[in-house]
């Protein structure tokens, strides 16, 4: 059996959680997530706790019964507590502002990049240059992390770009003149 799929989830108290068919509805403070179970996977609610099973022994069934259940758990945790991330951006006159459900960002082309925020998405901005993104879905959170890093990733040689908060970028020497 699956190691991570026969754990039972644990339901908080201000979550609830409704089960029609395939169809799973997570609601809690900080928003509302819907998903449709794989076809091999079931789901019940027992008490405060879901147990998540699976109906054969195959091995797309195995691979779904622990998928499903992270997914699930991830659903209650993002509306019980939300998902955080953190960008920096380091350059010489690179920054970004929040107007609306638009980030503005200014990363050294001759153009600002206006990058439209999702719904259920919060994007706040500090001292100019640090992004702090959060919502309820952990995959959207990461996406508008992504995209907005994919606009001028970290290059090597001056370290100038968007990159995560902590994460280290290998620095290159630059060409010598002899």
């Given amino acids: 059996m699956s190691r991570i799929g026969k754990q039972p989830i644990a339901i908080p108290p201000k979550v609830k959680v409704e089960v029609k068919g395939q169809k799973v509805s997570v609601e809690g403070p900080k928003g509302k997530l ?3 179970l794989p076809n091999r996977t079931s ?3 027992e008490g405060d706790k879901i147990v998540v099973s699976r109906a054969g022994e195959d091995a797309q069934s195995k ?3 622990g998928t499903s259940r992270s997914l699930v758990n991830n659903m209650i945790k993002g509306v ?3 998902f955080v991330k953190k960008l920096e951006i380091q350059g010489v006159g690179f920054k970004a502002a929040v107007t609306g459900k638009v980030v503005n960002l200014t990363l050294g082309y001759s153009h600002p990049i206006n990058y439209n925020i999702p719904d259920q998405i919060k994007v706040t901005v ?3 240059t640090k992004l702090t993104i959060e919502g309820p879905d952990k995959k959207v959170v990461g996406q508008v992390a992504s995209e907005i890093r994919s606009f001028y990733p970290p290059e090597p ?3 100038k770009g968007v990159r995560y908060a902590g ?3 290998q620095r290159k020497e630059g ?3 002899q």
């Fill in 34 to 36: 819907n998903w449709e």
């Fill in 43 to 45: 789901l019940k609610v």
């Fill in 63 to 65: 691979a779904l019964h």
């Fill in 80 to 82: 019980a507590e939300g």
């Fill in 126 to 128: 500090e001292e100019n």
């Fill in 157 to 159: 040689y001056k370290g």
């Fill in 167 to 169: 994460e280290h970028v």
């Fill in 175 to 177: 060409k010598t003149v």
